[in-house]
């Protein structure tokens, strides 16, 4: 616990504090009365019940969507299915600013609903709601799937030999061993929706407004430093309940689960229903996920002089983006992979520290210790940014002018994810395994390495996939803090947007595709991984 416990005082907590304390201390003093100030005000309540009811609508929509696809990729095996899973993860990594830029063409004024039909969808919360999708179908098909290709078919085979029908021995069987898996999709996706801020803005136009936009207008356009506290600590608290209640309701249902090879677990769709929930699976990948994305392939090759390659071109020029940058626009992509390479390593050290640790139960401050490691994804990225500048500016913890300080920023979000993906397969392992291994002489650290460490090989796997993705897209935090000098893909593409002209939004759109290149690659690569049998369930 110790080197979890002292990243996030050292990197999360301190810089949260500091930013807080700006809003609310005045000559040495807390005034507590301002949140009754900002909390009564008509226009934050408002914004406090869209962004409640927004984001669980958007979670409930996710899963609906989202399920059928993890169980999909779970069981069935089809040509395809490894470039498919890349393709699916791929908008989760892009900046929220390009999500909503590609819904905007297909929905908005000239897009494609209005152009086939003359209907227009911008502006609406059907608009917001399907982005939400779209960016989060990857955590539950990767989340869920991850554990379902893992559980006994054969149990569920022997509640039909019993006489339960398909229907009742998947909701008796299955779903119970699902839960942990399904619990934790759901608090990922609601809680990125909870603070969405890119696609609110961009979508939502004037007449919705998230607790995350509103903390960014009273922060950066008000220069209304108290009002953006009391927002943060509402949004800090909400979250944190939220996630206290998630973690009680999961360890109720924790059991120890019979987990299997993968390999075993996956067959060809059999009978109509299965090729009709596969062609389905296919045909919401196809309007959901690529259709966007080719819009904004489309629109990276829809230069001035006809289609071509002319937006990629000039990436490679500093001149061509009007001053927007040091450092040709190319150079971005070198320093993501950089950064994101980085901040992997560092969210699976501590992440797989914080994993192992709650494994153990060891009391309730580590049961506590549980929620707060997801407390970064709830909190608002603009405060640790602005946190990150104030605090980490003197020794022996001066680190504005070095590199390393965009990777602890992009870190702090992957960590959650190592540990949710390997939690709930740390604590499927049955115990007494652990406890032979002691009794035969192995020591805490040969256990960990003999026993935990061959069947989580292949969450660390999935878990390092998350952190790279991650880090690869994470803006938020990372628009404070990176140097003019060394842009990253999101900050570059969210430059290039607010500045313009048509050659800065056709650079942003060919730097957009070039990210979602970079990530589609990467994650077919790290899905073409394999480990022996042995360290697979």
Not at 109 to 133: K, N, P, S
Not at 206 to 213: D, K
Request: net charge positive; hydrophobic share 55%.
């Amino acid at each position: 616990m110790a080197v979890p416990v002292a990243f996030f005082a050292v990197f999360f907590a301190y810089p949260v504090t500091a930013i807080v304390g700006r809003g609310l201390k005045t000559d040495g003093s807390w005034h507590w009365g301002r949140f009754g100030d900002v909390l009564s005000r008509p226009d934050i309540g408002q914004v406090l019940w869209f962004t409640t009811w927004q984001a669980a609508l958007s979670t409930a929509l996710t899963l609906l969507i989202a399920l059928p696809g993890a169980y999909v990729f779970a069981r069935f095996e089809f040509p395809g299915k490894q470039l498919l899973r890349a393709v699916v993860t791929v908008p989760f990594v892009l900046p929220t600013v390009v999500v909503g830029t590609a819904f905007l063409a297909l929905l908005g004024r000239g897009g494609l609903l209005d152009e086939l039909w003359g209907v227009r969808a911008d502006t609406t919360v059907w608009a917001i709601l399907l982005a939400h999708v779209f960016f989060n179908y990857a955590v539950v098909v990767r989340t869920v799937g991850g554990l379902w290709a893992q559980l006994d078919p054969r149990q569920e085979e022997a509640a039909r030999v019993l006489g339960a029908g398909r229907l009742a021995a998947w909701w008796r069987v299955t779903l119970p061993a699902l839960v942990p898996a399904v619990a934790a999709a759901a608090l990922m996706v609601f809680l990125f929706t909870f603070t969405s801020f890119g696609i609110v803005q961009i979508l939502g136009g004037p007449a919705y407004s998230t607790l995350e936009v509103e903390i960014y207008r009273q922060t950066a356009q008000l220069l209304d430093l108290p009002t953006a506290a009391v927002l943060t600590m509402v949004q800090f608290a909400a979250v944190g309940a939220i996630l206290v209640l998630h973690a009680w309701t999961v360890r109720r249902r924790e059991t120890a689960l019979k987990l299997v090879d993968p390999a075993l677990t996956v067959r060809r769709p059999r009978g109509a229903g299965q090729w009709a929930l596969l062609a389905g699976v296919l045909g919401t990948v196809l309007l959901l996920i690529l259709l966007p994305l080719g819009v904004l392939i489309e629109r990276s090759l829809d230069g001035p002089a006809g289609y071509g390659f002319d937006y990629y071109r000039a990436l490679r020029s500093v001149e061509a983006s009007g001053g927007t940058f040091l450092v040709p626009p190319l150079e971005a992509v070198w320093n993501s992979l950089r950064y994101a390479l980085t901040a992997t390593v560092i969210a699976l050290v501590v992440g797989g520290l914080a994993a192992a640790a709650l494994t153990r139960r060891a009391g309730r401050l580590v049961r506590g210790f549980d929620a707060l490691l997801m407390l970064p994804l709830g909190v608002s990225a603009v405060t640790v940014g602005f946190g990150f500048l104030i605090t980490l500016d003197k020794p022996p913890l001066d680190l504005r002018a070095s590199w390393i300080l965009v990777p602890l920023a992009q870190a702090l979000v992957g960590v959650p994810f190592v540990v949710r993906v390997m939690l709930p397969v740390l604590r499927a392992v049955d115990g007494r395994l652990r406890e032979a291994a002691a009794v035969l002489g192995a020591s805490p650290l040969r256990v960990w390495r003999e026993v935990d460490l061959p069947m989580v090989r292949r969450a660390v796997l999935v878990a390092a996939g998350f952190a790279f993705a991650v880090s690869l897209g994470e803006f938020g935090a990372t628009v404070f803090i990176a140097r003019p000098d060394r842009p990253t893909l999101p900050v570059a593409v969210a430059r290039l947007l607010g500045r313009p002209g048509d050659l800065n939004y056709g650079q942003a759109m060919a730097l957009s595709t070039v990210l979602m290149v970079v990530c589609a690659v990467s994650l077919l690569v790290l899905e073409r991984i394999r480990t022996d049998r042995s360290g697979e369930f």
